[in-house]
């Protein structure tokens, strides 16, 4: 609760978080304007989709260098030395640090989004069920980037460090995943295909892009080949839970193995 508290306190007086929201703030409105002229029925599932295929460009960046800075502030300004001086080691502080980071940053972003939902009711048709699928999806992406920023903030030596290795991941996830599998694609067969999409589905986006679309029903997997079907051979729900499974133990294990003193010391 102290570190909650504390997280609290240090983004009410920063500007990185309420600059975060008010982005998410003006994009979804824009969107909400710009979708008044669809159908009553259908237009809000059309919103939500169009809604997820711009936040995805925004909010990953944005939990990458929230989380990147949380930390090397604490080791900028010498509060982290002082921590693990007086009470905690690393791998505690950072179990801490994390969930004080996702409460800061997720109470107000879910907050807006059930906000923005009463805003819906009065332009379409209310699905609830789809709705909460998309916060889920929206909230699932922002916590796996969050805490790979946490792993970003603990090995970078800057601030420079943290912008270029932000850029690099992001980046990643966005072109380069996607093209590197490409060039696999012509030597993908029933053998192997299974391989080709659990790494296909480590890509975060993709699994919360899949979970999305497959949960409001855009995608529906009746009267698959026998290949797409070897393909997905799990529901999206399980890829997206491994996915975040995954990428959560990898950035916690890459932060306590590479955590750079230099910062602090």
């Not at 237009?43 to 930390?71: E, H, K, Q, R, V």
């Not at 053998?191 to 979970?211: A, G, H």
């Amino acid at each position: 609760m102290h570190y909650i508290w504390k997280e609290w306190k240090e983004n009410i007086r920063g500007k990185g978080l309420w600059l975060s929201l008010s982005i998410i703030v003006i994009l979804t409105i824009s969107i909400l304007f710009r979708s008044t002229a669809l159908s009553f029925d259908k237009g809000f599932y059309i919103l939500l989709i169009n809604l997820f295929d711009t936040l995805i460009y925004f909010i990953p960046i944005l939990c990458l260098f929230i989380g990147a800075f949380s930390i090397f502030q604490e080791k900028e300004q010498k509060t982290l030395i002082m921590l693990l001086t007086k009470k905690d080691n690393y791998p505690s502080f950072l179990v801490k640090k994390s969930l004080g980071l996702y409460t800061v940053v997720l109470v107000p972003l879910i907050g807006w989004f059930f906000l923005y939902l009463l805003l819906l009711k009065f332009t379409f048709q209310l699905d609830i069920k789809s709705y909460l699928i998309f916060v889920a999806a929206i909230v699932l992406m922002a916590l796996i980037f969050l805490q790979m920023g946490a792993a970003i903030g603990s090995f970078s030596r800057s601030r420079m460090q943290i912008i270029g290795y932000t850029i690099f991941v992001w980046f990643y996830f966005f072109f380069l995943h996607d093209f590197i599998l490409l060039s696999f694609l012509p030597d993908v067969t029933y053998e192997n295909v299974k391989l080709f999409s659990s790494v296909y589905f480590l890509n975060p986006l993709q699994s919360v892009r899949m979970y999305l679309e497959t949960g409001m029903g855009v995608y529906s997997f009746g009267h698959m080949s026998r290949l797409l079907q070897a393909f997905m051979w799990t529901k999206p729900v399980f890829f997206l839970l491994g996915n975040l499974i995954f990428w959560l133990a990898v950035s916690f294990g890459t932060a306590i193995v590479f955590n750079r003193k230099e910062g602090y010391e």
